[in-house]
């Protein structure tokens, strides 16, 4: 008879749960979470529409021939690429990269690329993570993602140090996106950590510009390398925000509500004090860039837009 009653009790703790989680993403705008926040200026905005062009460009598999450049390019000059290595070249340790000397603005760029949905290794090194499994400067960090800067960072230290030591005006600029930018984030953690092995340059010369990037810092990090990491998250963009592992998010695409449904279980159980308090849990790198539009309903005019898109391709149209 106990097991009767408690029944109905537990159906309307989950109801109200996914009432919850339906009010909150269909009336709340992602703006509200950053309108305590302070304005940007324009001069510490100005390089992350250049940044992500040149993020775009390493999509693109010749740059003399652009297929998908926007108007007025990329902004990138060929001639001055220093290298780039796609899958075969970094063997599936880390997305495809490219080097480029930006001589007019006196900058080493270093771009990685975003996830490619048909490679098999940018899966491996996203899911590649087990809460509280690797520590970086007294902090946490993403497994796989760290493996991966790692590579990185090994494969370019030589060629860094020389072009540092060649050209010692300029800055040296770490750039990615979603994939790449978690990459690239802890990359310049890595490189700060190592700046023996790339000639004990000021910190103030490096600077990095993560583009929707995974969570992939512990907060403590993330305070500390505010000064030089810069994240940039477009309005309800999932990958930065999502509190739930990504490797329980794709193993559970048959039964994503059902996931969804027991994550806001779980969050509205959890006070957000006793979150911020876990030093485990992963954040979003450095400082954070909300580009938000104010509106209700944003998730709901992005869904059926996608939606439409699909069924246009469908259709052939």
Request: neutral net charge.
């Amino acid at each position: 008879m106990s097991i009767t009653c408690c029944l109905p009790i537990v159906e309307s703790v989950y109801c109200l749960a996914c009432a919850r989680w339906l009010w909150k993403k269909c009336l709340y705008s992602a703006g509200h979470e950053s309108e305590n926040w302070g304005l940007a200026t324009a001069e510490e905005f100005a390089p992350v529409p250049r940044l992500c062009r040149y993020v775009l460009a390493e999509y693109e598999d010749d740059l003399r021939n652009p297929i998908w450049a926007p108007p007025g390019g990329y902004g990138i000059n060929p001639d001055w690429i220093v290298h780039r290595k796609d899958y075969d070249e970094t063997l599936g340790r880390a997305p495809p990269y490219m080097l480029y000397m930006d001589h007019e603005r006196r900058d080493i760029v270093l771009i990685i690329r975003g996830l490619n949905l048909a490679k098999e290794s940018d899966y491996a090194v996203l899911l590649d993570n087990k809460l509280g499994q690797t520590k970086l400067d007294g902090g946490y960090v993403h497994n796989g993602l760290l493996k991966s800067a790692m590579w990185v960072f090994d494969a370019e230290c030589e060629v860094l140090k020389e072009l540092l030591e060649s050209f010692p005006e300029y800055t040296l600029t770490f750039a990615g996106h979603s994939l790449g930018a978690g990459v690239v984030a802890l990359l310049t953690i890595v490189a700060v950590q190592n700046r023996e092995k790339l000639g004990n340059f000021d910190r103030k010369r490096i600077r990095c510009y993560a583009i929707a990037p995974a969570r992939c810092t512990s907060l403590n990090l993330a305070v500390r390398y505010a000064d030089i990491i810069n994240s940039v998250v477009l309005q309800d963009d999932f990958l930065p925000r999502t509190t739930t592992a990504l490797e329980d998010v794709f193993k559970s695409v048959l039964c994503l509500p059902c996931l969804l449904c027991l994550m806001c279980l779980k969050d509205t159980c959890i006070l957000e004090d006793q979150m911020l308090r876990d030093p485990r849990r992963l954040y979003a790198p450095g400082r954070l860039y909300h580009i938000v539009e104010r509106k209700p309903m944003r998730c709901m005019y992005q869904a059926c837009g996608l939606l439409s898109s699909m069924c246009f391709r469908a259709l052939g149209t």
